[in-house]
C-alpha cells in the first residue's frame, strides 16, 4: 500500500465522517464547523489529484469566504438549535423523513450500481497516468485557457456575481421606512 | 495510488449524505449547508475526472461552481434571513401559507 493510498483513505474517511455529523447536528453552529473540516479534507483530496489550485480556492472560497458568511447568518438570526416540533402548529412529518431516508438509500445503491458497471465498462482500472500530472497541476497552464477557452464564461460569471451581490442587499434589507 | 474509480464511489457517498441531509433536516441553514456537500461531491468528480483525461477543463468548471456557490450561499441566506424576520422560525414546515 503506497503513501498516496493511504492519504486517499484518510482524507476521504474524514471527509465523509464529518459530512455525516454535519447533517446529524442540531445546533447549525457545529455543522458549519464540522462542514470546514470537511472542505479541508477534500482540499488534501484535490492535492492527490494534482490539483494544487483547486485546493488552495477550496481552503480560501470554501473555507474562507462562503462558510463565514454561513458562521455570520447563523450568530445574527441567534437561533441556535433546530426547535422541536410543536404539536399544535404542526404535525410532525414523519411519513416525509422516512420517505426520505429511503430515497437516499436508493439514490446511494444506484450510484453506487452506476460506478460499478459504468464506470469499471468504461475505464478500466481507472488509473492515472503519472506523466500527465505536472502539465495540469500548473497554475500557468490554467490561467491560459481560462482566459483564452473560457474568457466568456468568465466575464459572465461577474455578471452573475453583481446580479447576487444586488439581489442578497435588497432581500436582506428591512422594508420599514425609518430604517432605509 | 487511489484509481479513479475509489474518487466517484467516494464522490456517490459525499453526494448521498447531502441528499439525505436536505431531506431529513428541518432547519434550513443546515438544508443550505448540505446543499453545499452535494456541490463539492460534484467538484470532486469533475477534478478525478479531470486528472484521468490528463486535462485541465475539469479544474477550470470546478472554478466556475464555486462562483456558483458563492452566489448561490449569498442570495439563499439573504432569502433564509428574510424568512426568519417574517416568521421568526428556521423550520420549512413553519411556512406553509401557500399549502393546501
Known amino acids: ?180 | 495510488m487511489a484509481t479513479l474509480n475509489d474518487y466517484l464511489v467516494l464522490s456517490a457517498v459525499l453526494f448521498t449524505i447531502g441528499a439525505a441531509g436536505v431531506f431529513l433536516r428541518r432547519n434550513l441553514i443546515t438544508i443550505l449547508l448540505a446543499v453545499e456537500i452535494m456541490l463539492n461531491a460534484v467538484n470532486l468528480t469533475f477534478v478525478a475526472f479531470g486528472r484521468y483525461h490528463g486535462s485541465v477543463d475539469g479544474q477550470i468548471i470546478v472554478f466556475f461552481v464555486m462562483t456558483v456557490a458563492a452566489a448561490e450561499a449569498a442570495v439563499g441566506l439573504a432569502i433564509v434571513i428574510a424568512m426568519f424576520r417574517h416568521r421568526g422560525s428556521l423550520n420549512p414546515d413553519a411556512f406553509r401559507t401557500l399549502k393546501w
Request: overall charge neutral.
Open chain 1, 1 to 180: 500500500m503506497s503513501g498516496d493510498l493511504i492519504l486517499f483513505y484518510v482524507f476521504a474517511a474524514v471527509a465523509v465522517g464529518t459530512s455525516l455529523l454535519v447533517i446529524g447536528q442540531r445546533n447549525p453552529i457545529y455543522s458549519v464547523l464540522l462542514l470546514i473540516a470537511s472542505f479541508g479534507a477534500l482540499a488534501g483530496l484535490y492535492v492527490l489529484l494534482d490539483a494544487p489550485f483547486v485546493a488552495v480556492t477550496q481552503i480560501i472560497v470554501y473555507a474562507g469566504a462562503i462558510m463565514v458568511l454561513f458562521l455570520f447568518v447563523v450568530m445574527l438570526l441567534n437561533a441556535p438549535r433546530e426547535e422541536p416540533i410543536d404539536p399544535e402548529r404542526l404535525v410532525e412529518p414523519q411519513g416525509a423523513r422516512r420517505f426520505g431516508v429511503v430515497l437516499a438509500v436508493f439514490l446511494l445503491a444506484e450510484l453506487g450500481w452506476a460506478v460499478a458497471r459504468g464506470a469499471r465498462a468504461l475505464f478500466g482500472s481507472g488509473s492515472f497516468d503519472r506523466a500527465r500530472g505536472e502539465q495540469i497541476s500548473s497554475v500557468r497552464y490554467i490561467g491560459q485557457v481560462l482566459y483564452s477557452d473560457y474568457a466568456f464564461a468568465f466575464e459572465v460569471t461577474s455578471i452573475l456575481i453583481l446580479v447576487a451581490m444586488v439581489g442578497a442587499v435588497l432581500l436582506a434589507r428591512r422594508h420599514d421606512e425609518k430604517q432605509v
